[in-house]
């Protein structure tokens, strides 16, 4: 895909894709051909979007801060 394709797919502006790229965030893309166009595998971008959704905590439960018990504080010894 394309630049223009791959954030269609997204849903993001090309810009928001342009910008991960130069950070180096966003997902895995290539150059291709003699004018060195930018293009995306759509597996690839799957792959990005799927662990990008792993890594959020409002969408895998196991990293929320409020499914987790609440840890008791040490108390501190009068010196």
Do not use: C
């Not at 090309?14 to 995306?40: A, C, D, E, I, K």
Request: proline share 6%; hydrophobic share 35%.
């Amino acid at each position: 895909m394309n630049v223009q394709a791959a954030a269609t797919y997204m849903g993001i502006s090309v810009n928001t894709l342009y910008v991960w790229r130069h950070r180096r965030q966003g997902p895995p893309s290539f150059r291709m051909g003699p004018g060195g166009r930018v293009m995306y595998r759509r597996d690839l971008l799957d792959a990005w979007l799927g662990e990008q959704q792993q890594a959020d905590s409002r969408t895998n439960q196991a990293l929320n801060p409020l499914n987790k018990a609440p840890q008791q504080r040490e108390r501190r010894r009068a010196a």
